[in-house]
């Protein structure tokens, strides 16, 4: 059974950056696209970024594109989500999910990881 676990959130100044990470362990991810997705207090989850399953084609929401970048590293079964220029609106629980696909044309994930806090604040 695969399981994702995030890991590389917490409390980051305005402007500062953060590593996401989500290894994967039980099974390869890499005959699958992959997402990050946060959920902020109150609001529904948001899809973040999509990286399709040999890092070809990546794709942003638009409230990120330019700061965040999405990465994969297949030998070590991990997804990366770079966050630079962080803002408070950036505040949410990060999650990552695989994918049914191989690309992020379709929005359908079936695995997903417990998620890890970010929280940009002064």
């Known amino acids: 059974q695969l399981q994702l676990v995030e890991s590389g959130g917490g409390l980051v100044q305005p402007g500062g950056s953060l590593r996401l990470s989500c290894a994967a362990s039980?099974?390869?991810?890499?005959?699958?696209?992959m997402g990050w997705f946060r959920q902020a207090p109150g609001k529904e989850r948001e899809g973040v970024s999509c990286i399709s399953y040999n890092g070809g084609s990546t794709n942003y929401a638009d409230s990120v594109k330019g700061r965040f970048t999405i990465s994969r590293d297949n030998a070590k079964n991990t997804v990366y989500l770079q966050m630079n220029s962080l803002k408070p609106e950036d505040t949410a629980v990060y999650y990552c999910a695989r994918s049914r696909y191989m690309f992020c044309t379709s929005q359908s994930y079936d695995f997903w990881g417990q998620g890890t806090q970010v929280t940009v604040s002064s």
């Open positions: 039980g099974a390869t991810l890499n005959a699958y696209a």
